[in-house]
């Protein structure tokens, strides 16, 4: 793999990563609601 360019390609790369990172971390929030509802058997 090729070293991307610094500057605006990079600065796009790192707000796309923390974007989606972002969106991981509340789809792993859903998921442990969901699974701890169904331990205790509350509904969501």
């Not at 796309?16 to 509904?43: C, P, V, W």
């Amino acid at each position: 793999m090729k070293e991307k360019p610094k500057g605006v390609n990079r600065k796009m790369t790192n707000d796309g990563e923390e974007k989606s990172g972002k969106m991981k971390k509340l789809q792993d929030g859903k998921k442990k609601k969901i699974r701890y509802a169904k331990q205790t058997g509350l509904q969501i």
